[in-house]
């Protein structure tokens, strides 16, 4: 039988998504108001559990009109996971694993279980650690949407809406001035953001990193939208995304946490268009707004069941487990099969479908894409 809990911890890692202090709010009120138990907070993800000082009790003021906010009242960080941390010995980076003594110093402080709000790496270092003895249960985040095992995650209703309103204020300028402008979206190496933004907003062109664009294809579709009098149009291309034949591109020197980042296709997709077709043509990088700011309602909710039925999960002893959404239901899964691989948009959905049916060029003939399916099926 598991031992009763008198007091979990609680803290986020990884980027920040709107939503993740909706989720403290629900971890806490769920916590005292259900079990009265005590809640830690702990500061900066896993480094709050490697320094002295980041942890602090965590009641029912301290979470009071938190649940509108944007980002973490925790602090987060790309950085610290505990099993490869870096420290700068002499002007040199060394790595050491200091996961025993996060466990230990969990055990110290009384920690008798811990949720972790976080995408797929802090999801993986939970898992890490609840193979070490630590009581853990995930709560899956980020606006990339790519956590397998889960329908949605909350933070990226938030950032689709976000990204639909820059669509819509390009849509004018780019009337009024015959432009084609491109949008370059965030979502790592999947397209779940730009292909729901870029329908939602009636993008002219959605390149996502499901599907290698072919440049021919692009092309194409801009010259039949001149050829009808529509002067202008919006091309959406996820961060991700790439030629056929190509590689995604990542920033120079842009190295966190040991992921490399992302950044730069919108820019090198209008040079190659700007060299074929005499259009006028802009680029906007959406960037962090998609992460900063106010959750949706959609993403409120969803970050209050999630924080909510974590705190039972941890109650219930669901170690090694994450909560999910199912359709209607909020589900318990094992945080091993959601961190096998990252969730990527089929390309039989029917949002691929709806986006054919509507002639959105998805960067490649229906051929290439119907292939792609085949292959991986
Ligand atoms: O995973 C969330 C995300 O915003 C990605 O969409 C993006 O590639 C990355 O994080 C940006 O990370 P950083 O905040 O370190 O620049």
Known sequence: ???????????????????????IRAVVKTAKNEYGWEVLGIEDGFEGLIHPGK???LDQEDVRGILPRGGTILGTTNRGDPFRYEVEVD??????????????????????ALIVIGGDGSLRIAMELVKKGLKVVGVPKTI???????DITFGFDTAVNTATD???????????HDRTIILELMGRDAGWIALRSGIAGGADVILIPEIPYRLDEIIRKIEVRNARGATFSIIVVAEGAYPEGGQPLYQMN???????????????????????????????????LQRG???????????????????????????????????????A????????????????????????????????????????????S
Do not use: C, W
């Not at 990339?144 to 889960?150: A, G, V, Y």
């Not at 820059?166 to 009024?176: M, N, P, V």
């Open 1 to 23: 039988m598991e031992s009763p809990i008198h007091s979990i911890g609680v803290l986020t890692g990884g980027g920040d998504a709107p939503g993740l202090n909706a989720v």
């Open 293 to 331: 700011g106010t959750p949706s309602a959609y993403d409120r909710q969803l970050a209050t069941r999630f924080g909510s039925m974590a705190v039972h999960l941890a109650a219930q002893g669901k170690f090694g487990h994450m909560v999910a959404l199912h359709g209607e239901k909020i589900e």
């Open 144 to 150: 990339d949407n790519d956590i397998q095992e889960t």
């Open 333 to 376: 899964v094992p945080i091993a099969d959601a961190i096998t691989s990252q969730k990527f948009v089929p390309l039989d959905s029917d949002e691929i479908l709806t986006a054919q049916s509507l002639y959105i060029s998805l960067g490649n003939t229906r051929q290439a894409i119907e292939k792609l399916r085949e292959e991986r």
């Open 166 to 176: 820059a669509i819509d204020r390009l849509h004018t300028t780019a009337e009024s």
């Open 91 to 112: 002007g040199k980076i060394e790595t050491y694993d200091l996961s025993n003594d996060v466990v230990h110093k969990a055990k110290v402080l009384g920690i008798d």
């Open 55 to 57: 942890i602090h009790p």
């Open 254 to 288: 842009r190295t966190v946490g040991g992921v490399h980042r992302l950044g730069g296709i919108g820019e090198v997709l209008a040079e190659e268009l700007r060299t074929r077709t005499n259009n006028d043509i802009r680029v906007t990088v959406l960037g962090h």
